[in-house]
């Protein structure tokens, strides 16, 4: 697989299924904004050593993969290939769970945090950004 299309720019892109949408279309943002989250929770994963966490981040990983793929296939036909890179209850229900024990381990939240801290830490605060937008 070849990282460029030798298509050319004309100001549109395709879709797994082959279909040509604008760049600006909404789902080609959508996609977009999921891959800069998954690069940016890459960086804080190469900046730590707790191996739990570590391991967390790589699987949220996996799952935006998962994501971007459905988001990368039109709505009305979802690509045979796609079918087994899903997000699933059960996926929500880890994430969730993962939510509550780190939360329990920190004290409670008296105000605002503001962005910085270690370079892990401040890039966190980025993909958090990313991901409301996303």
Known sequence: MKIYTRTGDGGDTGLFDGTRVPKNDPRVAAYGDVDELNAWLGLVRASLADERLTAMLEQIQRDLFALGARLADP????????T???IVPGDIARLEEWIDRLESELPPLRR?????????????HVARTVCRRA
């Open 75 to 82: 709505s009305h036909k979802i690509a045979g290939r796609v």
């Open 84 to 86: 087994k890179a899903a």
């Open 112 to 124: 605002f945090i503001l962005a910085g801290g270690s370079p892990g830490g401040a890039a966190l």
